[in-house]
Structures are given as C-alpha cells and as structure tokens.
C-alpha cells in the first residue's frame, strides 16, 4: 500500500500567469514556471522484468464495464515496483502537511489548501508553497487577514498563483460564513459540499474526501493516472491522434476505471500510479527497459506521450 497523495488537475488556464511584483531581492530569487508535467526525478534502481517469466500477452480491454485482461497482475507488479517509495509523491503528498499537534479541522484545512495548490504544479514547488504558508500561519482566519497581493507572494511559483490566491481567499470566505454559530471553521464532509467551494473540482474534492476524511467516493484522476491507464489498456479515453493526453477528458477515465477496478483500490490507485508516473511510466521517455510490466504493456517501448 502507498500513502496517499496530492492530485494535478488538468483543467488547463490557457494564459500564464506574471510573477506577483516584489522586491528586486525576491526577483533575483525566482525560477521559470514548472511545467505542467513533473520531470523525471527516477531513483528507482533498474528491476529485473519478473514479466518474462509471467504472461506474454499484452493486457487489453474486453468489451463492456468487464475488467482488463491481466490488470490484477498487473496492478501488483506495480506495487512492487513501487515499495521503496522513491517518488516526490510519497513525500510530498498532500497528506503530509498534517501535524498530530494540531485540531483535526486545522490539520484538514491544510490538505484542502495542499491540493488546491498542488493543481498542475510539481510536489516540489507545492511543498514549499505550503511550508512558508505554515511559517506565515494556515488557518482560515488567518488567511483572510492577509492581502491577496501576500498570498500571491507566498505561493509563487505555484502555477496559476494569482487564480489560486483568489480561489483560497474565496474558500476561506465561505468556510467562515459556513461556521456561524459552530464551535470551528471546518471544510465540507462531503464530496458535493467539497466540490461547490470556489476552484474545487471533482478530482480535487475526491482526494480531499480520501486524504482529509478518509472516505473515497471516487477515483482522483490526475494526468499520471489518466496517461498510465491509458497505456496500459485500462481504458480507452485517450485520442492519441491528437497527441495531447490533456486535451482528453480526465473524467471519462474516472468512469471507465469506476466501472470495473474494485472499490478497494480507489482510494491507492491514484498515488501507486502517480508514483510509478514520476519514476518509471514517464510522460516523455518511459523507462520500459525496467520496467516489470513491460510484457503485459500494450505500449511497452513505443510510448512516446
Ligand atoms: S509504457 Fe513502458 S513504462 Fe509504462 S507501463 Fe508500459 S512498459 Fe511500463
């Protein structure tokens, strides 16, 4: 089992975003916006292929909501691939910005604004968003008191920092208004009530239901999820003829995977694939030489997005 993680979304903003103004000091400090999609960041060391000794058929879907052929095998391979747990998710998750020390509501708060950020960002640029905004103070109240122009500031260089901004003030706003007249400002318990906070979508409000309340109603599908799934033959909602996974529908892949994975594994399916993602099953140039599933793969070594 892998822990739990922060999602991407794939709703693309179709203009960048510049840089807050600061002083020529922070200038100095700034890098380039990340990419939408993490670059390799792989220490998995090479893994003999278990696969040659196992099935030689590629995986493939049958018709109707049946499971793929081999996906069970497959799934485990992946897991095993997966156990030293060398992906910036399994550090970075969203998860991990709790503390015991805190109120449940507060440590809740930050997984909301964790996956918020987290959107189209690496786990890296996230989680330093998120440590100068404990040291500045995570709590609704305080968010509000601070100036949209600060909290820009403190997120850069998030992608989409200013839309981000807006969408956490907005979000504080209406949790507070939500509270009057209850002991503490809580997030919402549902996946409705996640989903109808400002820059909240279905994918974000399923992980948030799984990572802050520890009920999955959902598959988070992020582009890790949907490319994999994808190449693996687990679904077919991805026009490769456009040559561009994001221009597909990330919730067709929810639904396609929701009709047959079992309900035990929606709550891991999203970090073991993130993680496999960042370290092995690339966006650009797969590691299919290592990797264990390459004779179950339907896209082993011609994988190219
Ligand atoms: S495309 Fe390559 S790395 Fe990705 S699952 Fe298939 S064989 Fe493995």
Redesign the pocket.
């Known amino acids: 089992m892998v822990r739990l993680r922060n999602g991407r979304c794939l709703t693309a903003t179709s203009k960048r975003e510049s840089p807050p103004k600061s002083s020529s000091k922070t200038k100095k400090k700034r890098k380039k916006i990340e990419s939408p999609i993490p670059s390799i960041h792989s220490t998995i060391p090479k893994v003999k292929p278990e696969s040659q000794t196992l099935m030689t058929k590629p995986s493939s879907r049958k018709k109707g909501n049946s499971p793929p052929q081999h996906w069970q095998e497959v799934h485990d391979l992946i897991q095993k691939m997966r156990m030293n747990r060398t992906a910036d998710v399994d550090t970075m998750g969203c998860e991990t910005f709790t503390e015991t020390a805190l109120p449940p509501h507060e440590n809740r708060f930050r997984t909301l604004i964790s996956a918020m950020l987290s959107s189209q960002t690496k786990d890296t640029v996230n989680a330093a968003a998120m440590d100068r905004l404990k040291k500045h103070g995570l709590t609704v109240e305080n968010v509000l008191k601070t100036s949209q122009q600060d909290l820009e500031k403190l997120i850069y260089p998030v992608s989409f920092f200013k839309n981000k901004s807006k969408y956490i003030k907005a979000v504080c706003e209406q949790l507070k208004q939500d509270a009057e007249g209850k002991e503490f400002i809580d997030i919402p318990d549902t996946f409705q009530g996640l989903k109808s906070l400002p820059g909240v979508g279905p994918k974000m409000a399923h992980l948030v239901m799984t990572c802050a309340w520890e009920r999955t109603e959902g598959i988070c599908v992020d582009i890790h999820v949907h490319r994999?799934s994808n190449?693996?033959g687990w679904v077919k909602t991805w026009n490769k003829a456009s040559g561009n996974s994001r221009q597909q529908d990330p919730e067709k892949t929810r639904e396609e995977l929701e009709q047959w994975l079992p309900r035990e594994h929606w709550a891991t399916i999203n970090p073991l694939l993130v993680g496999f993602g960042q370290t092995?099953?690339t966006p650009l140039r797969?590691?299919?030489e290592s990797?264990t599933?390459?004779q179950l793969?339907p896209?082993?070594f011609k994988?190219k997005i």
Request: glycine letters at 0%; aromatic letters at 0%.
């Open positions: 994999i190449r693996l092995i099953c797969p590691k299919c990797c599933v390459n793969c896209s082993a994988a």
